[in-house]
């Protein structure tokens, strides 16, 4: 399945000129951009350049030609690269100096990979792009610890790729590169400054007027906009900002009690929606080019919304989502555990205390990590002691890198999960949706970000101000049941556990099993286990993938007799393994895609 994946390139060499270049890659003194959304802007002052990626912001609107004049004539390019938001890059070339700078936004909304070849610098949108050039041009070795790290966690931390030559761009950051070698600049770091004067109904207030901000912002260019919309929380609270309804699409494997969710959503809000359905062998269809998209530092399940690019560009020029919104505003990763009451879960959360080692408290709590298969099991013994350590030296390189904004565990903890958010592990979630379109990320604006710093956990950790916040913006949406939990997305905790009681309790009275919360076949994502056993090319996907020689040897940490037995119960029978064998078959492909 041809699918035009977003492609930029870089090539460049101190003292050399930068110029925009067409489909070709890795052309010398080019950036070059393929099916990328929007086309890059190049501004000049005498000779030098700066070239604008993404829809940068100024002020209230979208003006990536004024922020590029912004830079060219800034005394201070890190103090005028804070005044910028939304998503970018930017790339500013001085010939005189032999300098380029490469300047990121503060969420790394635009990811970029770069590495040193010949006195000058390579890079790319896509690791795969910037691993395959490197192989090819020389030899490039994998580093087995980051693999490994890529397995335990579906991520990789901080400023690592998995070879030796190239690094990933972080947040907020100025790499200049001259004839002297490179050097990193932060021109904005993160406030964890908490504000409790706001009681969550104010919180909630302000979190629902800086979201229509947010919005106005990212539609003051008065292009078609569209909305990835789900049954979740998140989406309905982006659909519910916008002062004018966009097309709203929604994907499934069926027309389900999801789908019928955001179908509502849509109709109250009087936009247009459309139902986008997967074939159910949509994985297997779309799993080279998502390899291609992620690269190996991500599951490639996760790039559900490839292969959809003509049934949205025809509608839309640039599409919204919800991403962000559960982890900064409804707490989703905070320590917390779920109240139980006569031995029953229910919907309350209390907070956990932060204990003395943060690292591996993170390592082995955070609930994005690999579950369901002891991983450490199919290591070899040789490499057991050597993997662990990696995993805890990566995790507290984080914590050292706070060390200059983070003054308490909740702040190292909020860090582990903001120093990078465009490397949150559902990326690909993001990069599927940018195909024949450009993506928006209203999370991934300074306001609102700077207001979920100052959002204390106690508001974040039953999505106090998020619920007030969708009240306010929209009653009747946020009053929509969840694909989820069938519960209307507002409620609050008591309201909800009374709800899922009597539910329960009517089920057992009635013997009607329609009383019922839903279930996987419900909703949106399949179940990871019983999509791999019942769809038979995406199971031949991954028993190939087992027997790839380089797999092997590049994975050579991994006790591959014992996998490959235990795997044969995993493919037959729904019993946990599928999260391990995707993560094996992403980099399997991502291997094959680079060679």
């Not at 929007?38 to 501004?43: A, D, G, K």
């Not at 769809?535 to 027997?547: I, N």
Request: with cysteine; glycine share 8%; proline share 5%.
């Amino acid at each position: 399945m041809t699918i035009p994946l977003p492609q930029l390139t870089l090539l460049w060499r101190p003292g050399g000129s930068l110029s925009l270049a067409g489909d070709q890659e890795f052309v010398e003194g080019a950036l070059a951009a393929k099916n990328f959304h929007p086309r890059p802007v190049s501004v000049q002052s005498g000779r030098r350049t700066a070239i604008v990626v993404g829809s940068a912001i100024l002020g209230d609107i979208i003006d990536p030609e004024g922020a590029g004049k912004l830079i060219l004539s800034a005394k201070n390019v890190g103090e005028a690269a804070a005044t910028i938001n939304g998503q970018f890059l930017i790339f500013l070339n001085d010939p005189d100096a032999g300098a380029l700078s490469i300047i990121s936004d503060r969420h790394t909304g635009i990811p970029f990979y770069y590495a040193s070849v010949e006195n000058g610098i390579a890079g790319a949108f896509l690791y795969s792009d910037l691993v395959r050039y490197l192989r090819r041009s020389g030899s490039l070795s994998f580093v087995p610890e980051h693999l490994f790290e890529f397995l335990w966690l579906q991520r990789l931390l901080m400023d690592k790729t998995h070879d030796t030559r190239s690094r990933f761009l972080p947040a907020a950051t100025i790499l200049t590169i001259d004839a002297k070698g490179s050097r990193q600049e932060r021109y904005w770091r993160p406030d964890f400054t908490k504000n409790h004067a706001r009681n969550s109904r104010a919180s909630g207030h302000e979190l629902a007027e800086r979201l229509r901000h947010s919005m106005r912002r990212r539609t003051s260019d008065h292009k078609r906009y569209g909305l990835f919309l789900s049954g979740g929380h998140d989406s309905r609270t982006i659909l519910a900002a916008m002062s004018a309804a966009p097309e709203c699409f929604t994907v499934g494997y069926s027309d389900n009690y999801e789908v019928g969710c955001a179908r509502e959503l849509a109709r109250l809000s009087g936009a247009p929606f459309h139902f986008l359905k997967l074939p159910q062998d949509h994985l297997h269809r779309v799993a080279d080019a998502a390899a291609k998209l992620c690269g190996g530092l991500y599951s490639i399940d996760h790039a559900l919304f490839l292969g959809h690019d003509r049934d949205v560009s025809q509608h839309a020029d640039v599409v919204f989502h919800g991403h962000g919104i559960d982890y900064m505003y409804q707490g989703m990763y905070l320590p917390a555990r779920n109240v139980a009451i006569a031995g029953r879960p229910t919907f309350f959360r209390q907070l956990s205390t932060y204990p003395g080692d943060l690292a591996s408290a993170f390592n082995n709590g955070i609930s994005f990590r690999l579950k369901y298969v002891d991983l450490m099991s199919f290591i070899r013994p040789e490499w057991r002691t050597r993997l662990s350590d990696h995993l805890q030296a990566s995790a507290q390189s984080v914590i050292t890198d706070s060390a200059d904004v983070a003054q308490s565990d909740a702040d190292r903890w909020e860090y582990f999960l903001i120093h990078a958010l465009g490397r949150h592990f559902s990326w690909p979630n993001i990069g599927s949706k940018m195909i024949g379109v450009e993506q928006r990320t209203p999370s991934f604006d300074n306001d609102l970000f700077d207001f979920y710093l100052s959002l204390p956990p106690e508001q974040r950790v039953t999505a106090a101000a998020l619920r007030r916040a969708q009240i306010e913006l929209n009653r009747k949406m946020a009053m929509v049941p969840t694909g989820n939990w069938g519960i209307p997305a507002a409620y609050s905790p008591a309201s909800k556990t009374a709800w899922l009681v009597a539910r329960k309790a009517l089920r057992h009275l009635t013997g009607i099993s329609t009383l019922r919360g839903p279930q996987a076949q419900d909703r949106t994502w399949p179940d990871r286990d019983v999509h791999l056993t019942s769809e038979a090319s995406w199971r031949g996907r991954v028993t190939a993938a087992l027997q790839d020689e380089e797999l092997e040897s590049t994975l050579s940490f991994l006790d591959w007799p014992l996998l490959r037995e235990k795997a044969k119960q995993w493919l037959d029978q729904p019993s946990g393994g599928a999260s391990l064998l995707v993560e094996l078959l992403s980099v399997q492909l991502f291997l094959k895609a680079t060679r």
